[in-house]
């Protein structure tokens, strides 16, 4: 059974920082892409940043320069380090993970940005 663990979620002033991590296990193929979207109350999810297996990125304009993806191949983990974080940030983040034939999304965790 495959697991998708997240965690680092949190609440932080504005300009400060937060790191999150996923963890995947139980997949019986390679994992390919990994990423974090996100979703504020009454908007869409919408794309965070995305790494491949290779570690080529890509992330949204609203994120870029404040937000790094990476992740641990042997681990099957990927992490996102949150700098600069503006109240606009504020949603629930959730990780995904796809194979060849499946996609696996976690159950989402609440990052607030707020004085």
């Known amino acids: 059974q495959v697991q998708v663990a997240e965690s680092g979620g949190g609440l932080v002033h504005p300009g400060g920082s937060l790191r999150l991590s996923c963890a995947v296990s139980?997949?019986?193929?390679?994992?390919?892409?990994m990423g974090w979207y996100r979703q504020a109350p009454g908007k869409q999810r919408e794309l965070v940043a995305r790494?491949?297996?290779?570690?080529?990125?890509n992330y949204a304009d609203s994120v870029k320069g404040r937000f790094t993806i990476s992740r641990d191949n042997a681990k099957n983990t990927v992490y996102l380090q949150m700098n600069s974080l503006k109240p606009e940030d504020t949603a629930v983040y959730y990780c995904?993970?796809?194979?060849?034939?499946?996609?696996?999304w976690g159950q989402g965790t609440q990052v607030t940005v707020s004085s």
């Open positions: 790494i491949t297996r290779s570690k080529s990125t």
């Open positions: 995904y993970a796809g194979d060849l034939y499946n996609e696996y």
């Open positions: 139980g997949t019986r193929f390679t994992i390919s892409a």
